[in-house]
């Protein structure tokens, strides 16, 4: 199927456009009313299984908000829950997962045949969404990287430092490398599943990146979203993406994504310096911006678009959108992005 609004296709290609693309992280739900409405209906993990849920969540920002790109709804911790562990999203508190990972043993307990087997559901969902979005735009698919998904499967919940994660590394250096494993291959085959039932764009999301030392990053994180981004590049325009993680980018550049996401304690001359000039930047509103006035608003977002002109930009935000934002503030950074030109 022909895509009408290719943008952020000719963007992620290195191509030159008339404006930049938008989208952004979390932009399926949270911030939207009538997301809000489905989620008083129904639990999480039946809305990210159900294919209508899908497909309506996922492609309300397109006929809404109006971005360039619809990103699949679907959470990094399907992996988890499909090697085998439980996973609860409780209100108010976030993911949980009442049985960590405390030993080799219990790496031993997953099952990559029972994930494959589990994740099935994902491609009905992605068929829906692309019939409903019927080529108006490009599907964005993602994973979280085996880093920040070790983080959750050991600490259990979310965390400010992680600290029970980086001590079963350091504890447990063969069965944190077997889990890391595990769960990059579980990525990879995940990701291509995407790819098969349509996906356009992938995005690994390294979120907990930047609470590593660069040491442990080479050893803990780097090398497993590398075999990602070589087992997807080939068939998919791929985005990495480490919140806070401004001493990566080097080695982000040396693996040749197709474009790298910059978190807003980053600015262009860092990036560009040690990606090149010719690299595709995705980024890096702060959130926070999203919520003063639409007037300020809008020109925090020209002040973005200028900080990369002349290098390949998509406008994204440097991490997900807050729950509480203004719909007409959301609307303010899309205009602003829309109506520019170079």
């Known amino acids: 199927m022909t895509i009408q609004n290719d943008l952020l296709l000719r963007k992620l290609a290195r191509e030159q456009t008339s404006r930049p693309p938008i989208w952004f992280m979390r932009q399926a739900g949270r911030y939207l009313p009538d997301y809000q409405v489905l989620k008083a209906k129904y639990d999480f993990f039946t809305r990210v299984q159900t294919p209508e849920l899908v497909a309506e969540i996922t492609n309300m ?27 609860q999203m409780v209100p108010g508190k976030g993911p949980v997962l009442p049985n960590p990972i405390a030993s080799a043993a219990d790496v031993d307990k997953l099952s990559l045949e029972a994930c494959a087997e589990f994740l099935t559901y994902a491609t ?43 001590a079963f590394c ?36 390294d979120s907990w990146g930047g609470i590593l030392s660069p040491d442990h990053y080479a050893k803990w994180s780097l090398p497993y979203i590398a075999r990602i981004n070589a087992a997807l590049k080939e068939e998919v325009f791929t985005i990495l993406y480490a919140k806070d993680g401004w001493f990566a980018l080097k080695d982000f550049a040396a693996l040749n994504p197709s474009a790298i996401g910059l978190t807003w304690t980053m600015n262009r001359e860092v990036a560009e310096a040690q990606c090149g000039s010719d690299m595709v930047f995705q980024g890096k509103l702060d ?19 200028k900080e990369f002109e002349g290098l390949h930009h998509i406008v994204n935000l440097g991490h997900g959108i807050h729950p509480n934002i203004p719909v007409d503030h959301v609307r303010a950074f899309v205009d602003t992005v829309k109506s520019y030109s170079f």
């Open 61 to 87: 920002p397109v006929y809404q908000i109006g971005v360039d790109a619809a990103i699949l709804f679907s959470d990094i911790l399907v992996i988890p829950q499909g090697l085998g562990m439980e996973v």
């Open 124 to 166: 009905p969902c992605i068929q829906a969404t692309l019939d409903d979005l019927n080529g108006r735009v490009p599907l964005i698919g993602f994973c979280g990287s085996p880093w920040t998904l070790l983080c959750y499967m050991v600490e259990g919940s979310g965390s400010k430092n992680f600290a029970k994660a980086k």
């Open 170 to 205: 350091l504890n447990h250096p063969e069965a944190s490398a077997k889990l890391l494993d595990v769960v990059t291959e579980a990525c990879i085959a995940f990701l291509k599943q995407q790819v098969a039932a349509g996906v356009s764009v992938v995005q690994v999301f």
């Open 287 to 305: 959130p926070s911006i999203l919520h003063s006035s639409p007037a300020e608003v809008k020109r925090e977002t020209l002040a973005l678009i």
